[in-house]
């Protein structure tokens, strides 16, 4: 089994920044990605990591703001988000992939196959 557990959320002003972070125990996992959701709607892909660290993928929505990157060693997957926005307020989850390949990553839910239990992000206007 493998646990993620979630954490650096809270709140903070628009144009802020936040730094969340992913620590992972149990089995080793391959690709690892962040989604989000808000209340009433699906939950939607923010940025993935393969297990490598080589390869990244982000959505437009938060490209050019948002950074992923991990450390192997301390089994993190951190998420760097800048200029932050009113509409990133969302609960953020980390997911990781049980099997893939060093240099994969995945960019749906179907692609992970365990998540953590999320960390509220609040951006204020």
């Known amino acids: 089994q493998v646990q993620l557990t979630e954490s650096g959320g809270g709140l903070v002003q628009a144009r802020g920044s936040l730094r969340l972070s992913c620590a992972a125990s149990g089995r080793t996992t391959y690709a690892t990605g962040w989604f989000r959701q808000v209340p009433g709607k699906e939950r939607e892909f923010v940025a993935a990591i393969s297990w490598n660290g080589r390869n990244t993928y982000y959505a437009d929505s938060v490209k050019g703001r948002f950074a992923i990157s991990r450390d192997n060693a301390k089994n993190t997957v951190w998420l760097q988000m800048n200029s932050l926005k009113p509409e990133d307020t969302a609960v953020y989850y980390c997911?990781?992939?049980?099997?893939?390949?060093?240099?994969?990553?995945?960019?749906?839910?179907?692609?992970?196959?365990?998540w953590g239990q999320g960390t509220q992000v609040t951006v204020s206007s």
């Open positions: 997911a990781a992939a049980l099997l893939g390949s060093p240099i994969g990553i995945a960019t749906t839910q179907r692609g992970y196959d365990y």
